[in-house]
T-cell receptor
Framework: GNSVTQMEGPVTLSEEAFLTINCTYTATGYPSLFWYVQYPGEGLQLLLKATKADDKGSNKGFEATYRKETTSFHLEKGSVQVSDSAVYFCALSGGGGTASKLTFGTGTRLQVTL | DTGVSQDPRHKITKRGQNVTFRCDPISEHNRLYWYRQTLGQGPEFLTYFQNEAQLEKSRLLSDRFSAERPKGSFSTLEIQRTEQGDSAMYLC???????????????FGQGTRLTVV
């Protein structure tokens, strides 16, 4: 079945540092890939998505590229801010499973300090 | 529209009691999902509805769990004879069908946190 593996946290960075959160997946066919973010006390929000190979999703300075050859969808941001502190979840849908059912990774907590 | 709303936000219950949660999706969304999230884990799919039809149920959903979406609008998730292992955050999400599978955004509610004591 489908699965998502993401790097364990917590990740602690100083403001303006470069961020990478690794995500790899296992799925058949061509899944869609997502990054969701959960800010403290709030619900999950879609951060970005990519629906086919080599697509790049981007939002709020975050980027991730759908790499089919390495089955990866790593999240990057060039300069993090304190307000980016949250838990980040990599997820996929489709890929042999129900088209819109999401399979999530375990989440990576990011803490950004001044 | 205020987004997906869930009620209650928190529920503490004694083992063996029944509990029911409600989810009100975004009004024009025809798909509704339930997920369960335990501490330190990502959400796990439980079940989903397209309009009023329940189309898929996870093996995680034991026979003590039942979900309904009677008129294709709000949904309820009931857990009978609760166990301590049912303690988790229960998340509801909704989306609108897209022609392209996977090319649709699921909007999540803030969840109902269940504690079974």
């Amino acid at each position: 079945g489908n699965s998502v593996t993401q790097m364990e946290g917590p990740v602690t960075l100083s403001e303006e540092a470069f961020l990478t959160i690794n995500c790899t997946y296992t799925a058949t066919g061509y899944p869609s890939l997502f990054w969701y973010v959960q800010y403290p006390g709030e619900g999950l929000q879609l951060l970005l998505k990519a629906t086919k190979a080599d697509d790049k999703g981007s939002n709020k300075g975050f980027e991730a590229t759908y790499r089919k050859e390495t089955t990866s969808f790593h999240l990057e941001k060039g300069s993090v801010q304190v307000s980016d502190s949250a838990v980040y979840f990599c997820a996929l849908s489709g890929g042999g499973g129900t088209a819109s059912k999401l399979t999530f990774g375990t989440g990576t907590r990011l803490q950004v300090t001044l | 529209d205020t987004g997906v709303s869930q009620d209650p936000r928190h529920k503490i219950t004694k083992r063996g009691q029944n509990v029911t949660f409600r989810c009100d999706p975004i009004s024009e969304h025809n798909r509704l999902y339930w997920y369960r999230q335990t501490l330190g884990q990502g959400p796990e799919f439980l079940t989903y509805f397209q309009n009023e039809a329940q189309l898929e149920k996870s093996r995680l959903l034991s026979d003590r769990f039942s979900a309904e979406r009677p008129k294709g609008s709000f949904s309820t998730l009931e857990i009978q004879r609760t166990e301590q292992g049912d303690s988790a955050m229960y998340l509801c999400a909704s989306s609108f069908d897209s022609v392209t599978p996977g090319d649709t955004e699921a909007f999540f509610g803030q969840g109902t946190r269940l504690t079974v004591v």
